[in-house]
């Protein structure tokens, strides 16, 4: 991560889509494993208690919450993979063609916010 907020703090923060209405929450960090950048946040969307992957890398952070340049609508609709395992290729690439993510360009660095929080959660696999 080439920032000096730690993922794990991200867990448990509030999600906004980019319209500023309220998402969820991070429920889980998913590090990249070439990397060990964090890439995927599943946040819990509260719908039927479910998680939903959003991608990190084109993200913010504002204040103490997490601003996705997405649609509400985009991100529920997400595949449902399901949280607490690793994520597969081939799950990573639906979710790219899911978000409309380039591939073939380099990945946005990952958030940064303004001010550092001392918040710390279990990590995740």
């Known amino acids: 991560m080439q920032t000096d907020i730690d993922p794990r703090s991200l867990i448990g923060r509030k999600v906004f889509d980019r319209d500023g209405a309220k998402i969820g929450t991070v ?18 969307t509260g719908l039927f208690s479910r998680d939903a992957f959003v991608p990190l890398a084109p993200s913010s952070l504002v204040a103490e919450a997490l601003r996705v340049p997405y649609e509400r609508s985009l991100i529920r609709d997400a595949p449902d993979f399901g949280v607490g395992r690793h994520l597969s290729p081939e799950q990573e690439l639906q979710l790219y063609h899911h978000y409309g993510l380039d591939l073939s360009s380099p990945p946005a660095p990952p958030p940064r916010e303004d001010r550092s929080f001392g918040r710390i959660a279990g990590e995740t696999e």
């Open 27 to 44: 429920d889980e960090v998913y590090l990249d494993d070439a990397t060990g950048a964090p890439e995927w946040a599943a946040v819990r």
